[in-house]
């Protein structure tokens, strides 16, 4: 099974940007969809966007469309999850996760598509 390592995380002023990783180990990354979800104090888990093994498709949550961007390097075996224009409401504890479930269509949205999950990395945005 894949291990997850994230990193990046951090204290920006709103309007500033952050770029997340997310390291794999133990198990080749290109064969899994990769996720980012985030979880804000009191509330639940939610989704931020994800790609495909490939690279090929993305799909992002609408609260962050157009300010996020998520690639991966399958050769360094990474993730990245670039973050612009931050607001307070981004706060939260941001997750990498795995799918393994590759041949299934389209991109995994629900945290219960994902098998694989890191530790988390705290962003804290302030006023």
């Known amino acids: 099974q894949v291990q997850l390592d994230e990193s990046g995380g951090g204290l920006v002023q709103a309007g500033g940007s952050l770029r997340l990783s997310c390291a794999a180990s133990?198990?080749?990354?290109?064969?899994?969809?990769m996720g980012w979800f985030r979880q804000a104090p009191g509330k639940e888990r939610e989704f931020v966007g994800a790609?495909?093994?490939?690279?090929?498709?993305?799909s992002y949550a609408d609260s962050v469309q157009g300010r996020f961007t998520i690639s991966r390097d399958n050769f360094k075996q990474t993730v990245y999850l670039e973050m612009n224009n931050l607001k307070p409401e981004d706060t939260a504890v941001y997750y990498c996760?795995?799918?393994?479930?590759?041949?299934?269509?389209?991109?995994?949205?629900?945290?219960?598509?994902?098998?694989?999950w890191g530790q988390g990395t705290q962003v804290t945005v302030s006023l």
């Open positions: 790609l495909r093994w490939s690279g090929g498709v993305t």
């Open positions: 133990g198990h080749t990354l290109s064969l899994y969809n």
């Open positions: 996760a795995a799918d393994r479930s590759v041949w299934r269509a389209g991109i995994g949205r629900s945290s219960d598509e994902y098998d694989y």
